[in-house]
């Protein structure tokens, strides 16, 4: 008697894993997914935050995936343990501050001692060597195989065949003769797989899989370390990274200026943690101080927001001043012109 | 309906609500009803999409003007 064997597979919501969960599901194993939540995932988040965006319905490409294969979906919450990854990467950043090999080998990592509690036989992914320059190259996949733990119970079954094989293959619990040789940076093999599979109506990302290949996002995230003096960071941070204008007049405070309703609306549940502004003379926006306020600076941050206020070309501007705590008092100000607001402000 | 729990979560993005609900539903019994209050309207897809994906119930989605009520019945019993 042959038991059914069971994989479990990273299911990060675009094509290659899957194609990858496809390929196995076809060879009689039963999968199921597996989805990290760092932070700075890509998926929802700014949707739900930016009204443009809530037009639009929105899904979770992971849950899609899911669901288009009949599959179970486990999303695990890995915020905390991931600030170490982020932090300290052994492997360092790619372009930006991207620390794909350890985050690939964390989430690996994760997904063993996941299948070891569960009673799963191997990890499937949907890497394919020569993909990403960082974590997907040919002499980073022995990395991640060792470094997470994984060894040998981590299959890619869209590049297999140029790997050794694996134990999974070895014990014949797939077939490796249909398993793929999928390399470099080309889509083609992968589209015309999806189009063999009759899978229609994936996502495309254009960058990685999370934030933090994206450069303006890195830019603000270094920002925010350097202005702290400490790397820490909370999950509201790094949300708050993904709202609004971000301007920094002094190195000891930056406004967040929300620029549009959404915005408002988001920025709005955190006036009990931070002081905020907001005109009350014009229309205008929201804006929350990161930071602390010293002398003078209250004047400034008002003239900020008053810049971006319907008042802009008025000479005077009235500004709330609120206080986490719910006080507030009024100021009066001239908003401080476009072209005063040097762009080295700008995060 | 004396058993059924409530979960709220409000305030919080995609996809936290569905993790939260998906811990929450792990200390449930088949049978079992859950409410979530959230208020990322993303959840509305999310929530549902999860429950179809690991066999539980969608009773009721109410969207309110600022909250969205999502009514559930824990499914199955076949494990994980
Ligand atoms: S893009 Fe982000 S989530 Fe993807 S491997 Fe790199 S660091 Fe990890």
Known sequence: MTTQRKAVSLISGGLDSMLATKVIMEQGVHVEGINFFTGFCVEGHTHAIRKKDRAKPKRNNALWVAEQLGIKLHIVDVIEEYKEVLLNPKHGYGANMNPCLDCKAFMVRKAHEWIEAHGFDFIITGEVIGQRPMSQRKDTMPVVARESGAGDRLLRPLCAKLLPPTLPEREGWVDRERLYDFSGRTRKPQMALARKFGIEGYAQPAGGCCFLTDAAYSAKLVDLWQARGDREYELDDIMLLKVGRHVRPRPHFKLIVAREEGEVRFLEGYRNRFVSLRTTSHPGPLALVDGRLEEGDEALAAAIVARYSKGVRDSRVTVEVRQPDGESREIEVEPLSPERIPEGWHV | ?80
């Open chain 2, 1 to 80: 309906m004396s058993d059924r729990q409530t979960l709220d979560a409000r305030r919080l993005l995609c996809p936290m609500p569905v993790i939260r609900v998906q811990e929450r539903v792990e200390t449930m019994n088949p049978g079992e009803e859950l409410e979530v209050i959230c208020t990322d309207p993303g959840a509305a897809n999310d929530v549902p999409a999860w429950c179809r994906i690991n066999g539980h119930r969608v009773l009721s989605v109410e969207q309110g003007a600022e909250e969205l009520r999502i009514v559930i019945r824990v499914g199955g019993g076949e494990g994980s």
